[in-house]
């Protein structure tokens, strides 16, 4: 079985040359799979792992747009429609001066299985642009917004693709795209973009969910060992919308964040994160980590080394792929790290990853620690389909539910292909075998 999926891994590295980040991706949902095909081999019939490696529709585009002193810029566009067998596709977009064709293929491609997991009628997507929006101001977001939904309006609809937030893009950047929309198409589509403002059909709990459903996560981990977060010492990465309800819930129940970071450095707050100052420098002021520590007097600032670095029991990261590699690991797990749930995609290198196998932790990947954030995103998709409003406490309670259904999925997968406690292969065998039972139903398309 192994040859099979390396057959395909062989020919994705091929067709898809330079591009990293997809090869690492594809490389773990495959090594996942052997086991599961080894069981049921009609997994592998009808060139079904050949189809799904390969994006339905794959758009670049050029977005141009004028800059406040005049200049005219021009950056890139994308969007990776990369399976619709479960639903519309789904996933967010990334504004960061590092995205490329690349890095937006493995996005979508995690999406597929994330997306299965959660149970719902959504398919897996992923899009974004090269365009960095930090040091801009708000007009020329509105200008690059408004460049960027012009083409990407043609591809896109509540049926069809529906894009939510993602690094680089939040409440403000999905207000301008979804203002220009709606002038575009002349109807108000309430159900075509996700992380809506509450004024203007917005969930409640979206902003939270990604956050709060990778605590969620941990703790369901932790309670299979009879434990909890109470009381344990908290390293999270990011100062992002995921790192800061990720300190939020961790909060709530009990533990004790104690570090964030951005790319000018971490920060360590051994009294522990002041999420009340961390939102206002963050959320408010779209300030640096430096300007936290200048009003917490017993906060510092590390612009060395990792945030890895510093000892703590649950690590959680919440910025960007591959911040954790195998040096990372290595240090976590001296100082007694015992758990690992990362908020972000694909934080962990394929080294990293094998560390906390080997090391016997609970380690648990993106793509079912952090599908909280799209599963309240079809929940949101559901009330703008049903012209309803539900109340924070509902929609925790589905967040809640919906966690702790991926949760056991991922476990029960793991027992079922005979890795208890591997929630690598829990993850991807049971997103996999949704979403591929459901492309056999469909024929070859
Ligand atoms: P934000 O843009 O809100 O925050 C990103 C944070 O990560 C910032 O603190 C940013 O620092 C830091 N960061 C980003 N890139 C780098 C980098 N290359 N090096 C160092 N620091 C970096 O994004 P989100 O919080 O929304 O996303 C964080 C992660 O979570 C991503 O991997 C995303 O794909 C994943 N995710 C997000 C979901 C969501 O609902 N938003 C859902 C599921 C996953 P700086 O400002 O200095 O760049």
């Known amino acids: 079985m192994a040859e099979v999926v390396e057959k395909v891994y062989e020919q994705v590295v091929a067709r898809n040359r330079g591009e990293t980040e997809f090869h690492q991706a594809v490389r773990e949902v495959l090594d996942s799979l052997a086991p599961v095909i080894a069981k049921h081999p009609h997994y592998a019939d009808d060139a079904l792992l050949e189809r799904i490696v390969e994006p339905e529709r794959q758009v670049i585009f050029r977005v141009p747009w004028v800059d406040d002193a005049g200049n005219v810029q021009v950056n890139r566009g994308f969007r990776i429609e990369f399976n619709?067998?479960?639903?519309?596709?789904?996933?967010?977009?990334?504004?960061?001066?590092?995205?490329?064709?690349?890095?937006?293929?493995?996005?979508?491609?995690?999406?597929?299985?994330?997306?299965?997991?959660t149970n719902q009628a959504i398919g897996g997507g992923k899009g974004g642009s090269d365009f960095d929006p930090h040091g801009r101001s708000d007009a020329e977001v509105m200008r690059f917004c408004q460049s960027f939904m012009t083409e990407l309006s043609r591809h896109i609809g509540p049926s069809t693709d529906v894009p939510a937030?993602?690094?680089?893009?939040?409440?403000?950047?999905?207000?301008?795209?979804?203002?220009?929309?709606?002038?575009?198409?002349?109807?108000?589509?309430?159900?075509?973009?996700?992380?809506?403002?509450?004024?203007?059909?917005?969930?409640l709990v979206r902003t939270e969910a990604t956050g709060y459903g990778t605590v969620l996560f941990a703790q369901s981990m932790l309670a299979t060992k009879g434990q909890s977060l109470e009381g344990k010492r908290v390293a999270v990465s990011g100062s992002g919308n995921v790192a800061i309800y990720a300190i939020e819930k961790a909060q709530q129940l009990g533990a004790t964040p104690i570090t964030f970071s951005d790319s000018s450095g971490y920060v360590v707050d051994e009294a522990g994160v002041d999420l009340d100052l961390l939102k206002q420098v963050k959320e408010v002021e779209r300030g640096r980590v430096a300007d936290y520590v200048s009003r917490r007097p017993g906060a510092r600032l590390v612009t060395e080394g990792r945030v890895w670095d510093v000892p703590a029991e649950v690590a959680l990261p919440c910025a960007t792929q591959n911040e954790l590699d195998g040096a990372g690991a290595a240090t976590l797990l001296r100082n007694g790290c015992a758990v690992v749930a990362e908020g972000a995609n694909m934080p962990s290198t394929p080294e990293a990853i094998e560390a906390f196998q080997a090391a016997g932790i609970l380690y648990a990947p993106g793509k079912a620690a952090n599908a909280g954030g799209v599963a309240t995103s079809a929940l949101e998709m559901e009330q703008n389909a049903g012209r309803t409003r539900w109340s924070f406490e509902t929609a925790e309670a589905k967040l809640t539910g919906i966690m702790a259904d991926i949760h056991d999925s991922c476990v029960a997968a793991a027992e079922e292909y005979g890795r208890p406690g591997d929630y690598v292969l829990g993850a991807n065998a049971a997103g996999f075998t949704r979403v591929a039972d459901v492309m056999i139903a469909h024929g070859i398309v």
């Open 165 to 203: 937030g993602d690094i680089g893009v939040g409440g403000r950047e999905i207000g301008f795209l979804f203002g220009q929309y709606k002038r575009l198409r002349n109807s108000y589509d309430a159900g075509v973009l996700t992380g809506k403002g509450l004024g203007w059909g917005g969930s």
């Open 84 to 117: 619709s067998a479960l639903g519309p596709y789904k996933g967010g977009l990334r504004f960061h001066p590092s995205v490329n064709a690349g890095i937006i293929k493995f996005l979508g491609f995690e999406q597929i299985f994330k997306n299965a997991l």
